[in-house]
Nanobody, 118 residues
């Protein structure tokens, strides 16, 4: 079984920063891609950023220049540094992993709330 455990959400004011962390654990053979999605009530979950094992990143246009995704392969952990946060960044942020355990599967964390006040 594979688990993704998130941390780092919270309440901040506009313009401030937060860092989210997500650690993968369990019976893992290899990790392909990890990253973050977010969701607000009534809307579909949307991509924030992903990173491959080789370090190639992909960012949504609305976070480019503000968010940075990094990965520590030894710790099986990804970090999302979020700077210059805006009220529209308020959402539940979900960690995502494309991970090979006994098979290649899609895994999700439980979600962490990020609230940005104006």
């Amino acid at each position: 079984q594979v688990q993704l455990v998130e941390s780092g959400g919270g309440l901040v004011q506009a313009g401030e920063s937060l860092r989210l962390s997500c650690a993968a654990s369990g019976s893992i053979s290899s990790i392909n891609t990890m990253g973050w999605y977010r969701q607000t009530p009534g809307k579909q979950r949307e991509l924030v950023a992903t990173i491959t094992g080789a370090g190639r990143t992909n960012y949504a246009d609305f976070v480019k220049g503000r968010f940075t995704l990094s990965r520590d392969n030894a710790k099986k952990t990804v970090y999302l540094q979020m700077n210059n946060l805006k009220p529209e960044d308020t959402a539940v942020y979900y960690c995502y992993g494309l991970i090979y355990s006994s098979y290649l599967g899609h895994y999700w964390g439980q979600g962490t709330q990020v609230t940005v006040s104006s």
